[in-house]
């Protein structure tokens, strides 16, 4: 699309009437009713669209794993004496619910597979979360109308990530009351409210009675019927909205190339009984959470060596990492050494939520889109996403830090400093690099385009001179490699000295302009290269 419309301002419709038409863009409101031709819906059958599959599958695993666990977990901290199968711990005192935890894992019939089950299920339902939400962005499906559904996507993450840090506290073990220590603190250390914060969670002064209980029904009833609805308000969005859909030869903005629903609800049958299968046989053969090995929580003890589950290990990298500093002023204390890793978080993950908007602004394109883009075609989307993967990847390594001084015998302090310049330099460093590399990937495009690709066949001309023969793309090729849109960089408009539209302009010659993308060829470029090349 040439997009050169400039940022000044155009009289329109009544604020009001501007957000009501914003939702009814993004909602689909006045469509017909969302079932309406389900049964001649047509489904993408690209393997990337399982990614949400697995969402799904294992989030129900979850949920039957969940209440199968549910019959024999008592979440109390209530001293018990333990008298289970598991002979190193018999006869010490340790709260009801890691005891009925021991009991679930040794004296249950298939308490542990279902356990274990459980645990993995969640692991690789945040996991495909997140690797669906970076196949959005980076293929752009995020865009109008699916806005919403992007916001959705992101609620269902961080409570899937809220959600596992309720239940990995659960078992009261020493590994998960480490981990309890290291949110008590960083709640201290919000201004005004920490304080409160921290005595509502445990039921008073740290580590409370009521943590357990709290955390259960937080885990088991509160978080999963949220998701729920968010789960079932996106099967809805997307019915409404149907499948994106890759470039291709008869695919257009109006249509859906794919299979039928009755072949679609079978390979998805199928695939199901793929994820359950592998979760099981995970559950079966590898370990996880050992809880024996690191047996009850005591306030006292501290387990050497924890590591949280992977997806909280950016916020344990950014609080290992922060210099311990702190302000003092007035008879107060500010933490920043847990305040500042908190903000850096919570900012990273509020990034990613406002990134469709901001691109949207940048772009000043309202249509709907239901074809992708290929990343390459958009080189700075692909490299800030790939930039914000290296943050959360290099603050992933800092919450390892003792582990990797240990095993590679260095310094701890060598591996905590060189995490805190990897944070800084690395996601700079990758964002140029997978910029450089997108652009290369367009060149190389657009080489095949106006001149076909190489054969590998080596011809000597009559001058003596060895050239590469090369092979003409099919339409087909020619089409994938240019059919996708370029934008125009807006300009400002009016008299250049509104602020807003100057950031606006300068956001979009970023975005769009000279050096972020090479043009595509034309027809005339073909024809001249053709040419070229009889005489």
């Known amino acids: 699309m040439e997009n050169a419309s400039p940022l000044a301002g155009t009289p329109g419709d009544g604020r009001g009437e501007r957000v009501a038409g914003w939702f009814r863009g993004r909602l689909g409101s006045g469509r017909g009713s969302p079932g309406r031709g389900l049964m001649r819906r047509a489904f993408p059958d690209h393997w990337s669209f399982l990614l949400g599959e697995i969402c799904l599958y294992s989030f129900v695993v979850i949920v ?31 709260s009801e619910a890691f005891d009925s935890t021991m009991r679930i894992s040794f004296d249950v019939r298939g308490g542990l597979l279902i356990r274990q089950a459980h645990h993995w299920a969640a692991l690789i339902f945040v996991a495909s979360l997140l690797v669906h939400m970076m196949r959005v962005f980076f293929t752009g499906a995020f865009r109008k109308p699916r806005e919403l559904n992007w916001v959705v996507g992101f609620l269902l993450l961080v409570l899937a990530m809220f959600g596992g840090l309720t239940g990995y506290d659960l078992p009261d073990d020493l590994l998960s009351g480490t981990g309890l220590m290291v949110v008590n603190g960083t709640l201290l250390a919000v201004p005004i409210v920490g304080t409160y914060l921290s005595m509502f969670l445990f039921g008073g002064e740290f580590p409370g009675d009521d943590l357990i209980a709290r955390f259960n029904t937080l885990h088991v009833l509160v978080i999963p019927a949220v998701m729920i609805v968010l789960i079932a308000v996106h099967v809805a969005l997307n019915i409404r ?3 994106t859909q890759y470039p291709g030869p008869g695919r257009t903005e109006k249509n859906v190339v794919g299979v039928p629903l009755r072949v679609y609800a079978v390979k998805s049958a199928g695939f199901f009984m793929l994820v359950a299968g592998f979760i099981f046989v995970l559950g079966a053969l590898a370990q996880i959470n050992p809880i024996w090995q690191y047996g009850p929580y005591r306030a006292d003890q501290v387990s050497a060596g924890s590591q949280p589950d992977w997806y909280m290990g950016v916020a344990d990298g950014l609080l290992r990492v922060m210099p311990g500093w702190e302000i003092s002023a007035w008879g107060h204390t500010l933490a920043l050494g847990s305040l500042i890793p908190l903000l850096v978080g919570a900012g990273l993950f509020l990034a990613l939520a406002a990134y469709p908007f901001l691109e949207a602004w940048v772009t000043g394109d309202d249509r709907d889109h239901h074809l992708l883009d290929r990343p390459r075609n958009r080189p700075v989307r692909t490299g800030l996403g790939a930039a914000w993967l290296s943050f959360y990847l290099v603050a992933l390594i800092g919450a390892a830090n003792d582990l990797i001084a240990i095993r590679l015998h260095v310094s701890v302090n060598a591996v905590t400093w060189a995490v805190r310049i990897g944070l800084f330099v690395v996601p700079v460093a990758v964002f140029l690099v997978t910029k450089r590399v997108a652009l290369g990937l367009q060149r190389r495009d657009r080489d095949k385009v106006l001149h076909g690709r190489e054969t590998g ?59 972020s993308r090479l043009p595509k060829p034309t027809g005339e470029d073909r024809e001249e290269v053709t040419g070229r090349h009889r005489h």
């Open 241 to 243: 909205h149907r499948h």
């Open 457 to 515: 066949v080596i011809k000597r001309l009559p001058h003596g001179e060895y050239v590469e023969v090369h092979a003409p793309l099919t339409p087909e090729q020619r089409h994938r490699l240019t059919a996708h849109e370029q934008y125009e960089p807006l300009t400002v408009g009016g008299d250049g000295t509104d602020r807003v539209r100057r950031l606006r302009a300068r956001l979009s010659r970023g975005f769009y302009g000279e050096g």
């Open 64 to 94: 039957v794993t969940g209440v199968y666990l549910s019959f024999w977990f008592h979440p109390s901290s209530a001293p018990v004496e333990y008298t289970g199968g598991y002979g190193p711990l018999k006869g010490q005192l340790v």
